[in-house]
């Protein structure tokens, strides 16, 4: 059974970094596309950036420029690096995955994810 665990989260200042992590166990694919999220409570699930198995990369415009995805393809598990946080950058990040990949379209499109996390809460403060 596949499984993502994400870890990393916690409480920072504005303009600081955090690294998120999400391990995936169960299963090891060839063919993936893979990406964070993030919602705040009573708010729509945002795609945050992504990465596939042709190493490929993806931000949404909120994000360029200060995050920056990335693969460990040997320990299984994906980065996501937060820099100059800014306060609407507090939000839960979900790491999601598409095993295989399935769908060459847009990133931001929920459905394609099969695998998804439980959540790792950030909290950026002034």
């Known amino acids: 059974q596949v499984q993502l665990v994400e870890s990393g989260g916690g409480s920072v200042q504005a303009g600081g970094s955090l690294r998120l992590s999400c391990t995936v166990s169960?299963?090891?694919?060839?063919?993936?596309?893979m990406g964070w999220f993030r919602q705040a409570p009573g708010a729509e699930r945002e795609w945050v950036a992504g990465?596939?198995?042709?190493?490929?990369?993806n931000y949404s415009d909120s994000v360029k420029g200060r995050f920056t995805i990335s693969k460990d393809n040997a320990k299984n598990t994906l980065h996501l690096q937060m820099n100059s946080l800014k306060l609407e950058d507090t939000d839960m990040y979900y790491c999601?995955?598409?095993?295989?990949?399935?769908?060459?379209?847009?990133?931001?499109?929920?459905?394609?994810?099969?695998?998804w996390g439980h959540g790792t809460q950030v909290t950026v403060s002034s």
């Open positions: 999601a995955a598409s095993f295989p990949r399935r769908y060459l379209g847009s990133w931001a499109v929920p459905w394609q994810y099969n695998y």
């Open positions: 169960g299963y090891r694919y060839n063919s993936y596309r």
């Open positions: 990465i596939d198995s042709d190493e490929n990369t």
